[in-house]
């Protein structure tokens, strides 16, 4: 049984502050000090499936780019399997983390397309990239995901939690034949529709 630590206060939250990149994308940030970074290198080249490439921006609510933001990208493999199943991709990490250019905004992701996977009550959920976004003014990391225009998303349970329709359009790439582009709106009239996980 745990002891209660009546004494202990709550700290407060802070946002990421300017330093998110050097504790977790540090050669982005001008520091080469690990010979591997976790995150930036998702897949061997074998392994199976479509390659897709997605690039985009990320906005604040004045439509300027974010250009301190880190995305961690979770997906299933081409099957459509995770890492802790029977079959999942060998060698494919099944996340990654992406850092915008710090000149142009424009993020970059290198990745294999996702299958579908099941979801709640054995409904398919359509293929998608599962986001999870920090930066500077960003106070708890926002959740949201990412559809490929080009995939059969009518089904998908998630989307259909959406009342609006013209919403789940803000969680769709446009592009096809392996090349997307996907933008998030932090705030304003295009906001993208964020996850509460």
Known sequence: MPQPLNYLKETPSQTAGPYVHIGLAPRAAGFDIYDTELGFDPM?????????????????GMGATVRDVLIEVWQADAAGLYPDQPGAAAGFRHWARVVPDFDTGQFTLDTVLPGAVPGPRGRMQAPHLSLWLVARGINTGLQTRMYFADQDNAADPV???IEQPHRRDTLIARGADGHYHFDIHLQGDKETVFLDV
């Open 159 to 161: 989307l259909s939690l």
């Open 44 to 60: 061997p080249d074998d392994v199976p499936g479509p390659r897709i490439r997605v690039t985009g921006c990320v906005f604040d």
